[in-house]
């Protein structure tokens, strides 16, 4: 069964300071995924991790993915307040199952 | 419609009753997939439809849970003599098709929130 842990699980950040959500995944996958919740709303797709060394970057936020270790991390920079919100990792388990983290709930504080 | 629609979005019943939670996909996305979320807790994988196929209900907990695609769109999940256990947010979320949605077009609703008293 494939697990999949982030940590922290809760982060306060202060603004403008940087910080790092890590993501761990117990067996073999070639798809990792980021998705941003806001309360009471639906799952946004922030990134697509499909091959090892990806990186991607949007605005503040950056993810990476290292299969051989078997973790992403969605880095932040310069946090804003408006990047309070639950951010879930989720990792493909075969041709369309996604397994998700319990998510980390980021509260950035000015 | 522009998203994945969900209805109802709240509901409360009482221990015993059966539920229908229904889900709108994207208009011609041939993948649908249930998920619950769990206070405090990522989604958890239920089913998957592929147009009105079910292809996998592995992740369905137990049989008082079912769920229907009957003409390829619209799904409904069913809950039978519901426990407070059930208690979750039921997400749906579909994509255009399974290629679509392992690069990441993959587009969820905003839930049904389910309490069992």
């Known amino acids: 069964e494939l697990k999949v842990e982030q940590n922290p699980l809760f982060l306060s950040m202060q603004e403008g300071k940087n910080y790092t959500i890590y993501c761990n995944y117990s067996t073999t996958s070639d798809r990792l995924y980021w998705y941003r919740q806001d309360p009471g709303k639906s799952l946004e797709s922030l990134f697509v991790?499909?091959?090892?060394?990806a990186v991607k970057q949007e605005g503040r936020l950056m993810a990476s993915l290292d299969t051989k270790a078997r973790l992403s991390t969605l880095h932040i920079t310069a946090a804003v307040h408006d990047l309070s919100a639950t951010y879930f990792c989720?990792?493909?388990?075969?041709?369309?199952?996604?397994?998700f983290g319990a998510g980390t709930t980021v509260t950035v504080r000015a | 419609g522009a998203g994945v629609s969900q209805s109802p979005r709240y509901k409360v019943t009482k221990r015993g009753q059966d539920v229908a939670l229904r889900c709108d996909p994207i208009s011609g996305h041939v993948s649908l997939y249930w998920y619950r979320q769990a206070l405090g807790q990522g989604p958890e994988f239920l089913t998957y439809?592929?147009?009105?196929?079910?292809?996998?209900k592995s992740g369905l907990p137990n049989d008082r849970f079912s769920a229907e695609r009957p003409e390829g769109s619209i799904s409904t999940l069913t809950i039978q003599r519901t426990e407070q256990r059930d208690s979750a947010m039921y997400r749906c979320?579909?994509?255009?098709?399974?290629?679509?949605?392992?690069?990441?077009?993959?587009?969820f609703g905003e839930g049904s929130r389910l309490t069992v008293l």
């Open positions: 979320a579909s994509s255009l098709d399974q290629r679509a949605a392992n690069t990441g077009e993959l587009f």
């Open positions: 439809f592929n147009y009105e196929a079910q292809q996998d």
């Open positions: 991790l499909l091959s090892n060394g």
């Open positions: 989720a990792v493909g388990s075969n041709d369309y199952k996604l397994s």
